[in-house]
């Protein structure tokens, strides 16, 4: 029998300095080191991210094989994120990889981060995998995409945001609110003891399967004003509806593309992944409606949803058995599609 491979994945695409190790379809280890710094700017600059992966690569690669209890001489290949995402931090993680490839003498593996979000289902823990095709809603900080996916190097956007993407949405109103960044989890977490029915926002028409939500975040801006004219206590006041109710028309807004393409395409598989997959009130109306209708859902475990290189090395793996591999002469790039 062949040994099963052993791949690193590193991903440092945004924020987030990651590497992981699987073998075959199994962890052996997964390291996330944040980067607080972002917090005090209420966004990620993006020179300061390249710099703390600069800082945090080789820790964390390190902490990443002593947790997998290997030696760096038992990697098999080396898979990184290759975009889309910040060029700067791209590039960190992007030429670690290639130099950590030219001296162990090992495949390097060149993959998309947001395939890669998708793949985290393929992960072996032991609970049921996504079956082809099926439809995954890629939900996150720069992107928000319907994908058939037909194989796990085979798949294909069939509708995307013409604007911001539902993180962004997420953490555009949670600042408008005066919340701090990533206002994303902080919305889910106010919102639970909100009405989602409080207040209601513009909603988008958008042709086909796109999305849209910069009107939404308009619509918020507008309400908020008028009613602080009226009342300066209005936000704080109503923290907990105003959360329940944004965070209803995104995941509305959401719902609503997901069901047309389950429509158009006849495909009632369905998956989530990407960072806001994470929040609880997409997670729970998801699963109310793939319990009405009748379709199969997969929802990935909280740590698969954030960045992570779990995600990067599953995708490796794949591509590994395809023998799909980069050479030296691969560059980063910022925006990447599939
Ligand atoms: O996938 P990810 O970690 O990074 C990117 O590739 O962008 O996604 C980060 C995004 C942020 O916008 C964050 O606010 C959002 O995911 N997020 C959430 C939740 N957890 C993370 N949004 C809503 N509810 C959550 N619980
Ligand atoms: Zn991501």
Do not use: W
Request: charge should be neutral; hydrophobic fraction near 40%.
């Amino acid at each position: 029998m062949s040994k099963i491979p052993i791949i690193l994945g590193i991903e440092s695409s945004c924020d987030d300095t990651c590497a992981a190790i699987l073998q075959g379809q199994k962890i052996l280890s997964n390291i996330v080191s944040n980067q607080d710094i972002h917090k005090i700017y209420g966004g990620v600059v993006p020179e300061l991210a390249s710099r703390a992966h600069q800082q945090n690569i080789i820790p964390v690669v390190d902490a990443a094989i002593k947790k997998a209890n290997i030696t760096k001489e038992d990697i098999t290949a080396i898979a990184f994120t290759k975009g889309p995402g910040l060029l700067g931090s791209l590039l960190v993680g992007g030429s670690f990889s290639k130099s950590f490839a030219m001296g162990m003498d090992i495949p390097l593996i060149a993959v998309n981060h947001m395939q890669g979000h998708i793949l985290s289902h393929f992960i072996d823990e032991g609970e049921a995998m996504p079956e082809f095709p099926f439809l995954c809603l890629t939900v996150s900080g720069g992107h928000t995409q319907i994908v058939q996916v037909d194989s796990h190097n085979k798949m294909e956007v069939i509708g995307t945001t013409i604007d911001d993407a539902a993180g962004e949405a997420f953490d555009k109103s949670a600042k408008l609110l005066g919340l701090s960044y990533p206002g994303g989890p902080l919305i889910d977490q106010y919102a639970k003891n909100g009405n989602p029915y409080a207040f209601e926002f513009g909603k988008p028409k958008i042709k086909e399967l796109d999305f849209s939500f910069s009107g939404l975040k308009t619509s918020i801006l507008y309400k908020i004003q008028n009613n602080l004219q009226k009342n300066p206590k209005f936000i704080e006041e109503n923290l907990a509806d105003l959360c329940a109710s944004i965070q209803h028309s995104i995941v509305s807004i959401l719902l609503k593309k997901l069901e047309k393409a389950i429509k158009q395409t006849g495909i009632k598989q369905l998956a989530i992944a990407g960072g806001v997959s994470a929040n609880s009130y997409l997670r729970s109306q998801l699963t109310e409606l793939a319990k009405t209708k009748g379709y199969s859902l997969y929802i990935p475990k909280f740590e698969y949803c954030t960045d992570n290189a779990a995600m990067i090395a599953i995708s490796g793996y794949f591509k590994y058995l395809d023998k799909d591999f980069a050479d030296q002469s691969e560059t980063p790039s910022a925006r990447l599609p599939f």
